[in-house]
C-alpha cells in the first residue's frame, strides 16, 4: 500500500483507505502478471518495436497552386477580413 500512496502523494491525488486498498490489490495484480510473462521463453523471438512492420510513407514535396481562400476558411468555426479568428492569448 506504501507504493500505492507514494504514486498517490506524487499524482496529488487523495484516496479514501477503500481506494488505497482497491488500487494496492490492482497493481499486485499487475506485477504478478508481469512476472508471469517474465517466465516466458522468448529466445527465438526477435526483439521489435511495434507489432506490426508499418513505415511512414510521404509524397514528394512538390509546388503547387495554393489552396483557394474560400476553401481553406470553409469549416472555420470564426473568420474575419478573410483570416482565421482564434481567441487572443495572452
Same mark, same amino acid.
Given at each position: 500500500?506504501?507504493? !500505492?500512496?507514494?504514486v498517490a502523494?506524487?499524482? =496529488?491525488?487523495?484516496?479514501? %483507505? +477503500?481506494? /488505497?486498498?482497491d488500487?494496492?490489490r490492482?497493481?499486485? &495484480?499487475?506485477?504478478? *502478471?508481469? %512476472?508471469r510473462? $517474465? #517466465?516466458? %521463453?522468448?529466445? &527465438? !523471438?526477435? @526483439?521489435? +518495436? *511495434? +507489432?506490426? @512492420?508499418?513505415?511512414?510513407?510521404?509524397? #514528394? &514535396?512538390?509546388?503547387? $497552386?495554393p489552396?483557394? =481562400?474560400? /476553401? +481553406?476558411?470553409?469549416?472555420? @468555426?470564426? $473568420?474575419? %477580413?478573410?483570416?482565421? /479568428?482564434v @481567441? $487572443?492569448? !495572452?
Open positions: 500500500m506504501a507504493e !500505492v500512496e507514494h502523494l506524487l499524482a =496529488r491525488l487523495q484516496l479514501t %483507505d +477503500a481506494e /488505497k486498498e488500487y494496492s490492482q497493481l499486485s &495484480d499487475i506485477l504478478a *502478471h508481469a %512476472d510473462l $517474465r #517466465e516466458l %521463453d522468448l529466445e &527465438d !523471438v526477435a @526483439p521489435t +518495436a *511495434h +507489432a506490426a @512492420p508499418l513505415f511512414n510513407v510521404w509524397r #514528394e &514535396d512538390e509546388p503547387g $497552386r489552396m483557394e =481562400r474560400d /476553401k +481553406a476558411l470553409a469549416n472555420a @468555426p470564426e $473568420r474575419e %477580413d478573410g483570416f482565421f /479568428k @481567441p $487572443r492569448i !495572452v
